[in-house]
């Protein structure tokens, strides 16, 4: 494998912003887009970063995804809303539900905002930390409607989108956030790996005949290099983490987040017929200040986290981590030293400038 390419985050994000202009957005939307892939990427979370530009290129030129959607508030009932993403770019309609819901919870003490009908939104991770920003605790379950990659537990087919949730906790100098998939890896990562990237575990994915895969093409059918990677080509399915615990955490984002929403779980009649993969996100913000809570809180659960963080580590020199601390390192080396990409990768970020004219 050949080895990654370190690509300066400025320069990389200007390049990406150039492209979404090029292909139709405008300045402002382009430069979001760009940052919240580039921002993935400087997480660690390359699965979410720019690998994403071919697709995300592809769904707005067959117009499944929108430029200069504004979200629609469906319902306000002061304390939650429904919020229509209708279509739009994930990187503009997700932040501007979660402002709604940090504002509101902010001034009332807790919101919850269902979001439907989002174009991607990414790393959800970025939007606990907005209310992390902000104070606030937040908890957000997702699903994707119309994107059925994953099999429940003790099954083969596809039922499950990769359904990731995340949970934001406003600790004093330790902040934390939980964000994964709820498939073994993210789709992403599968993504990836086809492009040359980290192998697979061996048990991420599982063939047709209940066999456990590590082999890309189980989820993309064949491919060429330069190829947009489609999950509908592949017969297997990725494999929920954590057995029938991680399988029953996916069913609940699909129930929360896609049918409570509205916006439609992973698989049923109508999302296939909508030719459409969207982001569903039920959120709940809560303010410790308005509960009468938050010294306690802050006191015990710094002192709690730091006691957890404090375990011998179980291999000499390799740190105890709490979630989110992983991402923050990530973060300050490729601040410093680049984006590691592997070379296929921007061989075909660079294919898709070139399509859209993106000089
Ligand atoms: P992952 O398996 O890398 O797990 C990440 C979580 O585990 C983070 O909270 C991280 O801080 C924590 N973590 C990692 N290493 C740790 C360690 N050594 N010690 C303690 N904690 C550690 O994540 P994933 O499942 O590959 O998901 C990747 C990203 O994909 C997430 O940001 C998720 O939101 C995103 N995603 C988005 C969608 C979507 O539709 N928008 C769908 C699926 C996933």
Same mark, same amino acid.
């Given at each position: ?138 908890? %957000? ?102 057995? %029938? ?115």
């Amino acid at each position: 494998m050949e080895p990654p390419v370190h690509v300066p985050a400025h320069e990389l994000e200007a390049r990406v912003q150039a492209i979404f202009v090029a292909a139709g957005c405008a300045a402002d939307e382009a430069g979001r887009i760009a940052r919240e892939l580039v921002g993935a990427n400087l997480a660690g979370h390359d699965s979410h970063g720019v690998v994403r530009v071919p697709l995300y290129v592809s769904l707005l030129r067959a117009g499944h995804v929108l430029p200069g959607v504004t979200a629609e508030v469906v319902t306000d009932g002061g304390a939650f809303a429904v919020i229509d993403g209708g279509f739009g770019f994930g990187q503009t309609v997700a932040p501007q539900a979660v402002a709604f819901g940090v504002e509101r919870a902010s001034r009332d003490g807790i919101c919850i905002v269902a979001l439907r009908n989002a174009g991607h939104i990414g790393r959800v991770g970025a939007y606990a930390e907005t209310a992390l920003a902000a104070g606030l605790i937040s908890i %957000h379950f997702v699903n994707v409607a119309g994107s059925v990659l994953v099999a429940p537990f003790g099954g083969v087919e596809r039922r499950f989108s990769t359904a990731p949730i995340a949970i934001g906790v406003p600790l004093p100098e330790r902040p934390l956030v939980l964000d994964f998939a709820t498939s073994l890896v993210a789709e992403g990562k599968v993504q990836m790996a086809s492009y040359g990237g980290k192998a697979l575990p061996s048990d991420a994915l599982v063939a047709p005949d209940g066999s456990a895969s590590d082999d890309p093409r189980t989820l993309y059918g064949d491919y060429a290099p330069g190829d947009v990677r489609l999950a509908g080509n592949g017969l297997g399915a990725l494999r929920a983490f954590g057995g %029938h615990k991680g399988s029953g955490l996916a069913l609940m984002c699909e129930l929360l987040a896609g049918a409570f929403t509205g916006g439609g779980t992973s698989g049923g009649p109508e999302s296939g017929a909508r030719g459409r993969i969207t982001n569903g996100m039920l959120s709940i913000y809560l303010s410790p200040r308005h509960f009468g809570t938050q010294e306690e809180f802050e006191r015990t659960g710094r002192e709690y986290a730091d006691w957890v963080a404090s375990s011998r580590p179980a291999v000499d020199g390799v740190d105890v981590l709490l979630p989110g601390e992983p991402e923050a390192r990530t973060r300050a080396e490729r601040l410093a030293g680049g984006v590691p990409l592997p070379p296929a990768q921007l061989a075909a970020i660079e294919q898709v400038a070139a399509e859209v004219g993106a000089g």
